[in-house]
């Protein structure tokens, strides 16, 4: 082969690899803003769209329980925006008193649902301009989640809160004490009345993780308790919580050669962010729809009949997003991609965050036919440093476009985990990604 041959392959590569790693949407409006990066924070970018392409967007401010002047107390505010061009402008609707929340369409209502310590819920009958007063689904217990996924099937709405269990000792950031409790609606029914809705039984993680069990996967990945916090830089710096799962997402597989296929369409299954140390896994669980109309959570069951606990996903280890796309049959995942996971923790800068799977700035578009397998759509957006992140995100589909929410910062920002900005991102025909 000849060198100018050599060369022009060579070229041609560098130059297809960088179009490759092009962000495939980079360039952002800025929905949210805070006025104060050090102390107030933007949390929980939700997203949807209704029939008439008006976009709806929720997130929350908060001052991460920590008080501020001039009052000396914890700020929160939790906030509702619409856009009727495309994302380009956004008007403030109204504020609401939950966190967590989501929102999503049902029947001829747009609702909202979130947590102030209960599930709670609030409804809008004309495109989100005008809201009920919240209302709460439960009564008891201290419940949690993120802006994960809502799921259309049999005239249904399905959707998972989570569920703290009491009492169980766990210090530190309780999630080990989780368990996802898939909620189940008829999609035309007023979803604020409590009897309308339906809650599987609950799971608790901590009932079902077994270390002796983990099958060489090397979970947990750093040496944890099951009740404390264990440091990993001592005396007290770096540190892992106990395991756990949370920020759940439910999927239907409706391949009829899917391994995990239920022809009666009573099966769902639940793919949830793993806190492991460890990156590119998830948590799942499933819940079956029994015959008098209850739904049961358990785990999964490989052909095998090994117990599964955990599966591939990139960015698995972080909040992350799917949404089915019927038009092309295939799962997409909106995520966030470690880069530099085995750094010694004693090693890391000082602008990353938390533990070294906790990479924030990178956020990725992933698509699957089967929820296991994953091919690499592309890099959605990034963060000039690890501080400045892009993560935590939402999206929807707008016509062949991708419509993303997103928690971000500038170089502002207090960190990666707080960041001082709530940004819209939109992916340009991602159908046109699949190869």
């Known amino acids: 082969m000849s060198r100018l041959l050599t060369l022009s392959l060579s070229l041609f590569s560098a130059c297809a690899l960088q179009a490759q790693v092009k962000p495939l949407a980079q360039d952002y409006v800025t929905v949210w803003e805070s006025p104060d990066p050090k102390q107030i924070f933007g949390y929980t970018p939700g997203i949807c769209r209704l029939d008439s392409g008006r976009l709806v967007a929720t997130h929350d401010v908060s001052s991460a329980r920590k008080p501020i002047k001039p009052d000396n107390k914890p700020f929160h505010e939790a906030r509702v925006l619409t856009s009727d061009d495309g994302g380009k402008t956004w008007t403030h609707r109204t504020s609401f008193d939950m966190?967590?929340?989501?929102?999503?369409?049902?029947?001829?209502?747009?609702?909202?649902?979130?947590?102030?310590?209960?599930?709670?819920?609030?409804?809008?009958?004309?495109?989100?301009?005008?809201?009920?007063?919240?209302?709460?689904?439960?009564?008891?217990?201290?419940?949690?989640?993120?802006?994960?996924?809502?799921?259309?099937?049999?005239?249904n709405v399905y959707l998972v809160m989570e569920k703290h269990a009491p009492l169980r000792g766990i210090?530190?950031?309780?999630?080990?004490?989780?368990?996802?409790?898939?909620?189940?609606?008829?999609?035309?029914?007023?979803?604020?009345?409590?009897?309308?809705?339906?809650?599987?039984?609950?799971?608790?993680?901590?009932?079902?993780?077994?270390?002796?069990?983990?099958?060489?996967?090397?979970?947990?990945?750093?040496?944890?308790?099951?009740?404390?916090?264990?440091?990993?830089?001592?005396?007290?710096?770096?540190?892992?919580?106990?395991?756990?799962?949370l920020e759940t997402n439910v999927v239907q597989f409706n391949d009829p050669n899917h391994i995990w296929y239920d022809p009666a369409g009573k099966t769902f299954?639940?793919?949830?962010?793993?806190?492991?140390?460890?990156?590119?896994?998830?948590?799942?669980?499933?819940?079956?729809?029994?015959?008098?109309?209850?739904?049961?959570?358990?785990?999964?069951?490989?052909?095998?009949?090994?117990?599964?606990?955990?599966?591939?996903?990139?960015?698995?280890?972080?909040?992350?997003?799917?949404?089915?796309?019927?038009?092309t049959k295939l799962y997409w995942l909106l995520s966030s991609q470690a880069t530099d996971s085995m750094?010694?923790?004693?090693?890391?800068?000082?602008?990353?965050?938390?533990?070294?799977?906790?990479?924030?700035?990178?956020?990725?578009?992933?698509?699957?036919?089967?929820?296991?397998?994953?091919?690499?759509?592309?890099?959605?957006?990034?963060?000039?440093?690890?501080?400045e992140s892009r993560h935590y995100a939402s999206m929807c589909v707008d016509g062949e476009d991708l419509c993303i929410l997103s928690r971000s910062g500038d170089s502002r920002a207090h960190s990666a985990h707080n960041g001082n900005l709530i940004t819209f991102h939109r992916v340009k025909k991602f159908r046109e990604l699949v190869y």
């Open 99 to 155: 966190t967590f929340s989501r929102p999503f369409v049902a029947g001829k209502s747009l609702y909202v649902i979130g947590k102030s310590k209960q599930v709670g819920i609030i409804r809008s009958d004309d495109d989100g301009v005008t809201w009920s007063e919240r209302v709460f689904l439960n009564d008891k217990g201290i419940w949690h989640q993120s802006a994960c996924n809502v799921l259309y099937a049999k005239g």
């Open 171 to 245: 210090k530190g950031w309780q999630i080990g004490d989780l368990a996802p409790v898939l909620m189940r609606a008829k999609a035309d029914s007023d979803l604020t009345q409590r009897k309308n809705w339906t809650l599987a039984s609950e799971l608790v993680f901590e009932d079902v993780w077994d270390a002796n069990k983990s099958h060489y996967f090397g979970v947990p990945f750093y040496p944890v308790d099951r009740d404390e916090v264990t440091y990993l830089v001592p005396p007290k710096g770096r540190s892992i919580s106990p395991l756990g799962w």
């Open 269 to 327: 299954h639940l793919w949830m962010r793993a806190h492991t140390g460890l990156t590119n896994y998830a948590a799942i669980a499933q819940v079956k729809e029994n015959d008098d109309g209850s739904m049961t959570t358990s785990l999964v069951k490989a052909p095998s009949g090994q117990t599964m606990l955990y599966a591939p996903c990139p960015g698995g280890q972080m909040r992350f997003h799917v949404l089915y796309d019927e038009k």
């Open 343 to 387: 750094i010694r923790p004693d090693k890391m800068p000082p602008d990353r965050w938390g533990t070294p799977d906790n990479e924030r700035h990178r956020l990725t578009l992933h698509f699957s036919k089967n929820m296991m397998d994953w091919c690499f759509a592309g890099l959605v957006c990034t963060g000039a440093t690890p501080k």
